[in-house]
């Protein structure tokens, strides 16, 4: 008898473990299914809004396809693409966890990307490659750093608004760019666009073998995943949440709120300077203004799509790239502007914003206990 | 003798370029006072603005009436403006992300629209000239003062009034000092915000089309280069008042001036860097204007930037 209600409470007990997990796993699975959601809603209002012009939005879409991950040519240009997106997605994502919206990752990449080529105008003569490229991204490094953690400074010495802060520091990395190129460091003989010297084809960074996808994908992803576990798995990113939760209870705790600011933006800036090495070491060989390309403000809509998870900033950096990537095909073969993929871009990013409102009210993510 | 002249004739420039350069500024920033007073920030006016620049220039072109292109541009403005209104009522929807999306989502529509108006000329907006009194060439020049100026300074009067001493104006500025007890007294809080949102959008997209209508004048992809942005920064350094919103959007103005006045009388070196003047301008001002401890004389309660 005893046992026999033993028994029956065990199964019970078992089953009810069962339904736990179950009931987690299915709440968690609204973290992932919303965006997808979001995206979905998107391309349908893309949609219409390609069939209010008269154009095919089948067509549209079998091109994203087709130019983007449909043959092994797309997926490289794809994922040359994605390569600086998840350094510019990393430099919203890190502060975005202390509560902080930066949105001038285009400028940190700018002056990374000049201070990169700059300081590597002295040492081209004589330092070899596995010299130069260190120092160059070191450069790039400190002086994306030191840009954005600036913005983080700001904010927390003199309660100046990091959003705007940080879209005017954009906007002053791209006149010191300009100052510099066609000032003091412009090489004369390049009659075209001004640019610096270039670094010689020699010292540029290669492909991954047997692809013409350059090595910064590859840091990319270490990156990020190092930035996911430092977020996710050290006292540092604990304290850097517990922030982004709620400010005075962080101080209350006697956390080093400002510190944290500080340093959390001086590594975003890091990660967006990254990218502007990247692309001048890899791709142009020198800085121009070719840098300033807008992979800074997709980093802002990779971001948020990814729930400001540096994880998941690596397949949706390649996700969006494939997007931009398929840009080209789709200005030629449906007679449409470049700026198509922006509309497409700017129109996830209000649906997605959109679908916050959602969480937690959808019956399929509750469990039956909730209210 | 020349060092005089030079120095009179950038002083000159930049006091032309004030006035010229201004009216966007002054537009914006009067239409975000009116949404930051109702409590809500709206960071998309950049998108609104360029878009605004690009509705207005595209309507001019087809009918021939630069005015035309005005109105709508404002009311494009007004469009964007109900879209933020609307998306940041709804519950967990924060509206600086809002702003965000919606000033790419703009920026891009802007430019989707507007591939087909870079090459053609639409007709521009008249100016009045009040230069009459002088033989000066350069005085004169600088005296040809469009409509819209003039405009932008009677409504920021109308504004301030408004907001002061307006039943409308004191609805706004419960609802943004406080949403429960606007809600208390019976105001539709929403509702407000909405309003006050596309008003500060309508004026927006007239600021834009000053962009592409006047001054510079013709329809471009860089058109717009953070003026909208910039404006949002000034209605906090114009601490929400729209009379100082249009001192400050003068001394934005003669700061934009001074990279290309500096270059009339030759002095391209730093060019560039005089070009940076009004966002290096703005962010000191927004760190000797913010203070980290106590909240902004002025400011709404409600307001996410500054609480």
């Known amino acids: 008898m005893v046992d026999v209600t033993k028994a029956d409470r065990m199964a019970v007990g078992q089953g009810s473990a069962l339904a736990d997990t179950l009931d987690r796993f299915r709440r968690s699975s609204e973290f992932v299914i919303m965006p997808i959601l979001a995206l979905i809603v998107s391309g349908l209002l893309f949609s219409i809004f390609l069939l209010a012009l008269g154009k095919s939005p089948a067509d549209f879409f079998s091109l994203v396809w087709r130019g983007g991950f449909g043959t092994s040519f797309s997926w490289q240009n794809t994922l040359v693409r994605s390569s600086p997106l998840i350094f510019t997605a990393l430099c919203v994502a890190i502060p975005a966890r202390l509560g902080l919206v930066i949105i001038g990752g285009e400028g940190a990449l700018v002056l990374g990307g000049f201070a990169a080529a700059a300081i590597a105008i002295p040492m081209i003569p004589w330092a070899p490659s596995f010299l130069l490229l260190p120092v160059m991204a070191l450069a790039a490094i400190i002086a994306g750093g030191i840009w954005i953690g600036l913005v983080g400074a700001l904010r927390h010495y003199r309660g100046v608004n990091e959003t705007i802060a940080s879209l005017l520091l954009f906007y002053i990395a791209v006149s010191i760019l300009n100052f510099f190129v066609e000032g003091a460091l412009r090489d004369p003989s390049d009659p075209n666009k001004p640019s610096t010297m270039p670094i010689g084809r020699d010292n540029m960074i290669g492909a991954i073998p047997g692809t013409d996808v350059h090595w910064g994908l590859v840091f990319g992803i270490v990156l990020a995943t190092l930035l996911y576990l430092l977020m996710n798995r050290t006292t540092f990113g604990f304290a850097a949440r517990i922030t982004g939760g709620n400010l005075r209870a962080a101080q209350a705790q006697g956390l080093p709120v400002g510190k944290l600011m500080v340093i959390s933006c001086a590594i975003a800036g890091a990660c967006a300077g990254l990218a502007g090495f990247f692309e001048v070491a890899a791709i142009h060989g020198k800085a121009n203004a070719s840098l300033i390309a807008g992979y800074g403000f997709t980093g802002i809509l990779v971001s948020f799509l990814a729930r400001h998870n540096p994880l998941v900033i690596v397949p949706v950096a390649i996700f969006l790239g494939g997007i931009a990537a398929s840009g080209g095909l789709i200005q030629r073969r449906m007679d449409l502007p470049d700026a198509t993929v922006l509309v497409l871009q700017g129109l996830i990013f209000v649906v997605l914003l959109v679908s916050e409102t959602f969480y937690g009210r959808l019956p399929f993510f509750r469990s039956k206990g909730d209210l | ?307």
């Open chain 2, 1 to 307: 003798m020349f060092e005089d002249s030079a120095l009179a004739t950038v002083l000159l420039a930049m006091f032309a370029g004030a006035i010229r350069v201004s009216t966007p500024f002054l537009f914006v920033s009067l239409g975000e006072t009116l949404t930051e007073k109702s409590g809500r920030i709206n960071l998309g006016l950049e998108g609104t603005l360029v878009f605004g620049a690009m509705s207005g220039y595209a309507i001019s072109y087809h009918t021939g009436s630069p005015w035309l292109g005005v109105l709508v541009a404002g009311l494009c403005g007004s469009c964007f403006g109900a879209l933020h209104g609307y998306l940041c009522k709804l519950p967990k929807v924060n509206d600086i992300a809002i702003g965000i999306a919606l000033m790419l989502f703009g920026t891009g529509l802007a430019f989707f629209f507007g591939k087909a108006y870079i090459q053609p000329q639409a007709p521009r907006l008249p100016s009045i000239s009040f230069g009459f009194w002088t033989d000066m060439p350069a005085l004169r020049q600088a005296l040809e003062i469009n409509p819209l100026f003039l405009l932008g300074i009677v409504l920021a009067f109308v504004l301030w009034w408004g907001l002061k001493n307006t039943r409308w104006g004191l609805t706004v500025r419960t609802t943004g000092d406080s949403a429960p007890a606007a809600l208390a007294l019976g105001i539709n809080v929403n509702q407000v915000r909405l309003l006050s949102t596309m008003v500060g959008g309508f004026f927006a997209g007239v600021g834009g089309s000053f962009l592409s209508l006047y001054y510079p004048g013709s329809w471009t992809e860089g058109l717009s280069s953070g003026q909208g942005l910039m404006a949002v920064a000034l209605v906090i350094f114009a601490r929400w008042n729209p009379l100082y919103c249009f001192l400050a959007a003068l001394l934005f103005g003669a700061a934009g001036a001074l990279g290309p006045a500096l270059q009339s009388i030759g002095i391209s070196r730093g060019y560039h860097f005089f070009n940076a003047a009004p966002y290096i301008m703005t962010l000191l001002i927004m760190i000797a204007s913010t203070s980290p401890k106590r909240s902004l004389k002025g400011a709404p309660g409600e307001l996410s930037i500054t609480k």
